[in-house]
């Protein structure tokens, strides 16, 4: 079989992309008609239309013993529809167990051309998977179009390219010479790359897709067969790319069940069952922080994403009115159901400062409550930037966050309407002002829509405070606001050893929340937000072990 022409190519260059961490996309992140087709949207709507109507039988997961799903969408108030093939615990680790030994003796060029030729034939359904993730995370239709997409399939494809360099860099055979004086000890040696087993991906419901299949791709393309368990509130998404796996491997002559989609419902779940199965070696966790860190206490390799307290440093600006613009961006992007999205904006209580003089912390929080303001009642652009509440607790969570927390009220919290979905479930951001006193409120993720502006003595107490939330808490971003090369300096040195990246000074269409595949580490391991990368080379090399042979020539 090996990798075709193109497919080589395309592997290349996402391995040269790796390593010069520049700018590279496999997949065009804009729904044009231009690069997918002048019927692509319309097809890919009718298709989801149709997926709403039947069992997802397309997977071609035989035998099960039940047809579930409960999922529920933000925007149409209503089931999603599709039901999907459900099986036992014991059923599902034993295909995976009888796939694993077939797949990991597939030659390391055959798996990385199945796993490119899987995500060829995802790409097909780019837009069939954005109506699945819209109605499922209440993400908004380019957000749901991208993330669930192109971005997601740029980050699978990041991941076969990491595991296939991880796997080729040292020799396969070598034959070992050593002098000894009056002869040479040659020894013919060999090492091979064996997996650990079978895989476990624990998919989220705001992000199903995105920080779902850099695991899945990883344990395949190091030889792991894999179980894709996705959150109960959103399997379409993820089902769509397991069937395409499948239909790879299957065209491809290989066992379809190296990859099974394993599904639940809220009432009955298996998550716990399938972990602390002794023949799941790996497991790949998005979600909160108690069910990640119980799983990091499995004796297993875990690779977990979980929740963190994301913060804003203001100091000083160039143009306070872009900054506002883009951090209140930040803010309602999905209405802030975003792991990366912020939730702490540090302001000195002398105020920010600005070419034009210093900018007072009330005329920087008015700021902060107009601008949120403006883009929210801008018809055509707040309903689809807010998006939906994914989860009912979030929107409650938003709702009586002024109650629970105290402090002066900027900007309430509503909902509004959506021109399209009549029955949105939607939650405008809270902003609320605390002091730095007030760490015990605002120590601990608030997920959803609500902003806290935190007034502090001064620069370095924002700066101690973002630091020290990191370490004790975690954090997956960071921005910061200075002029003052001296303070970008302090700042970039104090939240790096809280393993904390940090986005300095965006303004225009960068912002805090978004990381490019092949050049932005996602979750840096570092801090307890989570304890791996992708992709760093030690994501893919937990997953196998290096074993040596050696005889004497």
């Not at 009718?46 to 997802?56: G, M, S, T, V």
Request: charged content about 20%; some cysteine; glycine content about 8%.
């Amino acid at each position: 079989m090996g990798l075709t022409t193109a497919q080589k190519d395309i592997l290349d260059k996402a391995v040269e992309a790796l390593h010069t961490r520049g700018f590279h996309s496999q997949y065009p992140e804009h729904p044009a008609p231009a690069i997918y087709g002048e019927t692509a949207d319309a097809d890919g709507k009718e298709a989801f239309k149709a997926l709403r109507k039947k069992n997802f039988e397309e997977l071609k997961q035989e035998g099960a013993i039940s047809w579930i799903g409960e999922e529920h969408s933000p925007y149409f108030d209503a089931p999603v529809g599709p039901k999907y093939p459900a099986f036992s615990t014991e059923e599902l680790i034993n295909r995976a167990e009888k796939a694993f030994h077939s797949w990991r003796k597939v030659s390391l060029d055959d798996r990385a051309a199945v796993l490119i030729d899987a995500l060829d034939r995802f790409s097909k359904r780019f837009f069939e998977n954005a109506y699945a993730t819209m109605h499922t995370t209440g993400q908004g239709y380019m957000m749901a179009f991208q993330a669930s997409g192109p971005h997601a399939a740029d980050r699978a494809l990041e991941a076969v390219a990491a595991g296939y360099d991880e796997l080729s860099r040292f020799p396969s055979k070598t034959t070992w010479d050593k002098p000894m004086g009056k002869y040479n000890l040659v020894v013919n040696k060999e090492w091979r790359a064996v997996p650990k087993g079978i895989g476990l991906v624990i998919g989220c419901s705001t992000f199903p897709t995105w920080n779902s299949v850099p695991g899945v791709f990883a344990d395949l393309i190091t030889g792991n067969s894999v179980l894709v368990k996705p959150h109960p509130g959103a399997i379409l998404p993820m089902a769509i790319v397991v069937a395409e796996i499948r239909n790879a491997l299957r065209d491809a002559g290989f066992d379809a069940d190296a990859c099974q989609l394993a599904v639940d419902v809220p009432s009955a779940p298996i998550t716990k069952e399938l972990a602390e199965h002794p023949k799941v070696k790996l497991v790949d966790f998005t979600g909160n922080s108690e069910f990640g860190s119980y799983l990091e206490k499995l004796p297993k390799a875990v690779f977990t994403e979980k929740t963190g307290v994301n913060s804003i440093i203001l100091d000083s600006v160039v143009d306070i009115d872009k900054v506002i613009q883009n951090i209140t961006f930040s803010v309602c992007l999905y209405s802030g159901q975003m792991c990366t999205a912020p939730q702490n904006f540090f302001i000195p209580e002398g105020g920010v400062k600005t070419p034009d003089g210093v900018l007072s912390f009330d005329e920087v929080a008015q700021k902060f409550a107009d601008f949120t303001n403006g883009l929210i009642d801008n018809p055509k652009a707040g309903p689809f930037v807010l998006g939906a509440i994914q989860n009912p607790n979030t929107g409650e969570r938003a709702k009586n966050a002024a109650k629970e927390l105290g402090g002066r009220v900027w900007l309430e919290t509503r909902t509004i309407e959506n021109p399209i979905f009549a029955t949105t479930r939607t939650q405008t951001p809270v902003v609320i002002e605390l002091s730095s006193a007030d760490k015990d409120k605002f120590a601990t993720e608030l997920f959803g829509p609500i902003a806290l502006l935190i007034k502090t003595k001064n620069t370095e107490e924002s700066v101690a405070l973002a630091r020290e939330l990191a370490e004790e808490h975690g954090a997956i971003s960071c921005g910061a606001y200075t002029t003052d090369e001296a303070m970008k300096e302090h700042i970039a040195d104090q939240m790096s050893l809280a393993a904390t990246p940090v986005s300095f000074n965006l303004t225009g269409g960068l912002f805090v929340n978004q990381n490019a595949a092949f050049s932005d580490y996602h979750v840096t391991g570092g801090n307890p937000a989570g304890n791996a990368s992708f992709t760093n080379p030690g994501y893919v090399n937990g997953r196998f072990t290096w074993v040596g042979m050696r005889e004497l020539a």
